[in-house]
């Protein structure tokens, strides 16, 4: 394509970041039935936190927003995937490109956002366990979440905001979906300013969390240390591990994939999306079943709903 195409006659990109692969139509279906389980899952904890009036607290609508980013991170994405894979069209408009690349970012950022909104919670319910109630009531709870949405979408506009004035010179991008490189990358500008810019705010958010999450979790520490009681210390415990695997499994591929990138190590085409996937599809899905299974009142509930198996006398 000709270097002198500028943006107003772009009206669709084309994704070709699969092109290379063998197996496309085996590498959507299994991305198909992880992303189906990633909904079902969210949509479940969400439908019992909704319906039960006893789950109507704090911590437990931290766990239905982070349900509800959860999908919306992984449906920022994963539809296009599937639909280049598996039904093999690779054309989206210009208009649903720029929406895709805000949500996705959106998505991201408000996946750190819950996460430390949540350590902040089992910060207060452990140091102030009686003003627990008085400090972070349902509506305090439900005010954060909504002003955390409303600072991830101001943050976020950097994305859409960059990029709609650029004129394009390609109408390809070399990724799995329209994010903020490779559409950077389609544009006839230098895109080394617009990837420090990104990474700049990204390293900011990513880290500036993560440092906040372990500022809380030295504090309880701290605190579950003075405890005498044995008992005490293992339900302090039991309260902060579902929410200290959720960590992990999102900040982890975060970082190594940060840390790869800064190192210079050269990743294949295949490995790159390989991470990617996993820092999309992996946590949306481990967090819904850590919720139901680590927590006894959604476990209860989900076990009060399946039906009961007489055993075989």
């Known amino acids: 394509m000709s270097q002198n195409v500028t ?33 079902l899952a969210n949509l479940t904890n969400i439908c019992f936190i909704m319906l039960d009036k006893r789950l109507h607290q704090p911590m437990y609508l931290f766990i239905c927003n982070l349900a509800v980013v959860d999908m919306l991170y ?20 210009y208009g649903s490109c720029i929406l895709q690349m805000f949500v996705f970012g959106l998505g991201f950022v408000m996946e750190l956002f819950t996460i430390s909104a949540m350590a902040f919670d089992r910060l207060i319910a452990i140091v102030n366990p009686l003003r627990y109630h008085s400090i972070l009531t349902n509506f305090r709870s439900i005010l954060l979440s909504f002003l955390l949405w409303i600072l991830g979408s101001a943050t976020m506009a950097v994305v859409p905001g960059t990029v709609l004035p650029l004129p394009f010179c390609y109408s390809t ?14 544009t006839c500008v230098d895109p080394n300013p617009y990837f420090d810019l990104m990474s700049v705010i990204t390293s900011f958010i990513l880290f500036g969390t993560f440092g906040f999450i372990c500022a809380t979790y030295i504090k309880i520490v701290s605190v579950v240390i003075k405890m005498s009681s044995k008992g005490s210390k293992k339900k302090m415990f039991n309260t902060c591990f579902s929410h200290l695997i959720v960590v992990v499994c999102y900040y982890a591929p975060s970082f190594i994939i940060t840390v790869l990138t800064r190192i ?21 899905l481990v967090n819904p079943f850590i919720y139901c ?5 959604i476990r209860n509930r989900l076990l009060g709903v399946l039906p009961k198996v007489d055993p075989v006398t």
């Open 74 to 93: 992984c449906t920022s994405s994963c539809p296009t995937i599937i639909s280049v894979l598996v039904v093999g069209y690779k054309t989206i408009s």
């Open 173 to 186: 991008l070399k990724f799995m979906f329209c994010d903020y490189g490779s559409v950077i990358r389609a």
């Open 264 to 284: 210079g190590i050269v990743l294949t085409l295949e490995e790159r999306h390989g991470l990617r996937l996993g820092t999309i599809l992996g946590p949306s």
């Open 293 to 297: 299974f680590r927590t006894k009142e």
């Open 7 to 39: 943006r107003k006659s772009i009206t669709e990109f084309v994704i070709t970041g699969f092109d290379t692969f063998e197996r496309p139509l085996a590498v959507g279906i299994v991305i198909l039935v992880v992303y189906m389980l990633v909904m």
